[in-house]
T-cell receptor, first 113, second 115 residues
Framework: EAQVTQNPRYLITVTGKKLTVTCSQNMNHEYMSWYRQDPGLGLRQIYY???????DKGDVPEGYKVSRKEKRNFPLILESPSPNQTSLYFC????????????FGSGTRLTVV | GDSVTQMEGPVTLSEEAFLTINCTYTATGYPSLFWYVQYPGEGLQLLLK?????DKGSNKGFEATYRKETTSFHLEKGSVQVSDSAVYFCALSLYSGGGADGLTFGKGTHLIIQP
């Protein structure tokens, strides 16, 4: 089954403790992206990657890092999480341009206390 | 910058009612337009799309027409079902020829269908 897999689904952590949210896709897509979803704000792009070793900032990159060492994986790293990073995070991938549509993961609900 | 505006709701309808969710956009070029749907506890799924003016996207009984003159992409369905209860996101994408063309989303419309 073609899918984007994120782990974990739920995570509660403390301020300042480094964490990584993993994302993996099995569709050989070049483009991958991370979004955060917040009430009243919709989805906002954090980082994206157009291919291996090619990453760039989205609209809200502060406090996040990413890497793209392999085509299938695109982890999101929070080096020193803060409470304002409490959110619902989605990883997505696509082939070609956005006209082909994105495949989204099921989401990771992160709480930073 | 580019933006998408949609009614936030919640929108509550009875089963078999007619649905319209309004979406308007602002963009510097000629975007592609999308509707994504998010069912409870799940990620977003592409519902339909239109890539140029006057195109009509359709899927699962839902339709939306790309109206360049009114910069709109309203979502419609003739007869909604309880299973249509979800959050609906309007989105646009602008391809800049070698640059990034990520999605710009509206804030989402929560639709509740009552039996």
């Amino acid at each position: 089954e073609a899918q984007v897999t994120q782990n974990p689904r739920y995570l509660i952590t403390v301020t300042g403790k480094k964490l990584t949210v993993t994302c993996s896709q099995n569709m050989n897509h070049e483009y991958m992206s991370w979004y955060r979803q917040d009430p009243g704000l919709g989805l906002r792009q954090i980082y994206y990657s157009m291919n291996v070793e090619v990453t760039d900032k989205g609209d809200v990159p502060e406090g996040y890092k990413v890497s793209r060492k392999e085509k299938r994986n695109f982890p999101l790293i929070l080096e020193s999480p803060s409470p304002n990073q409490t959110s619902l995070y989605f990883c997505a991938s696509r082939r070609g341009t956005a006209n082909y549509g994105y495949t989204f993961g099921s989401g990771t609900r992160l709480t930073v206390v | 910058g580019d933006s998408v505006t949609q009614m936030e709701g919640p929108v509550t309808l009875s089963e078999e009612a007619f649905l319209t969710i309004n979406c308007t956009y602002t963009a510097t070029g000629y975007p592609s337009l999308f509707w994504y749907v998010q069912y409870p506890g799940e990620g977003l799924q592409l519902l339909l799309k239109a890539t140029k003016a006057d195109d009509k996207g359709s899927n699962k009984g839902f339709e939306a027409t790309y109206r360049k003159e009114t910069t709109s992409f309203h979502l419609e369905k003739g007869s909604v079902q309880v299973s249509d209860s979800a959050v609906y996101f309007c989105a646009l994408s602008l391809y800049s020829g070698g640059g990034a063309d990520g999605l710009t989303f509206g804030k989402g419309t929560h639709l509740i269908i009552q039996p």
